[in-house]
Each structure stands twice: as C-alpha cells, then as structure tokens.
C-alpha cells in the first residue's frame, strides 16, 4: 500500500519557519519524483517543489529563495525547508509523488497524495 505521510505543519508568525516531512512507502522511492502543493481556502492548487534523483529540485517563483527540498532516501523521507514565511503561504500542504512528463508543477502528473499538513502563517 503506498503512503505518503505529511508532518510539520503548524502556526508561525510572518519571517518565521517551517519544516514539512513527507515519509513515503510502499513503493520504489528513487523511481518517483516527489512534490509539493499547496491549497489555501478559496484559491487553486499550487505546485510549491519538487524533487527527483534523475532531475534535481524545482520550486515555485513565489517561494525561490525562502524554501528548500531534500530528500534522505535512506530514510525514504523528503523535507521541505520554509523560511521567511509569509501570510500568503498559509495554506494545506500536501506532499505527492508521481512521474511527471509535461511539467512538475501539473498535479495531474502524480499518481498519489498524502493528506496534507496545514500551515498557518499569521501577521
């Protein structure tokens, strides 16, 4: 059964951070790419990062710079370092995994998701 746990979501103050877990199992970790999005209430789906082993990390503009992907694939584990947070990064996050083609940053290109971690940023 694949799984992909998110963790370390939680409330911070603006300039604050963060950092997300995602522990995956039930499939071959280095044969997937896994990503994050993010949802805040009232807007779309937003692709946050994404790593692989064959393609590197890839990051959202709004978030180049204050966030950073890593992955301990001893450990099966994908992290996401949020830095200097912002009101406008709160949201659900949920950590995905998939083979994209057209684009990271497409949610349709990943076959499974985990069930979110909130981040609340306040002002």
């Known amino acids: 059964e694949v799984q992909l746990q998110a963790s370390g979501g939680g409330l911070v103050q603006a300039g604050g951070s963060l950092r997300l877990s995602c522990a995956a199992s039930g499939f071959t970790f280095d044969d997937y790419a896994i990503g994050w999005f993010r949802q805040a209430p009232g807007k779309e789906r937003e692709g946050v990062s994404c790593i692989s082993t064959s393609d590197g990390s890839y990051y959202a503009d709004s978030v180049k710079g204050r966030f950073t992907v890593s992955s301990d694939n001893a450990k099966n584990t994908v992290y996401l370092q949020m830095n200097s947070l912002k009101p406008e990064d709160t949201a659900v996050y949920y950590c995905?995994?998939?083979?994209?083609?057209?684009?990271?940053?497409?949610?349709?290109?990943?076959?499974?998701w985990g069930q979110g971690t909130l981040v609340t940023v306040s002002s």
């Open positions: 995905v995994a998939g083979r994209p083609n057209t684009g990271w940053g497409q949610s349709e290109e990943y076959d499974y």
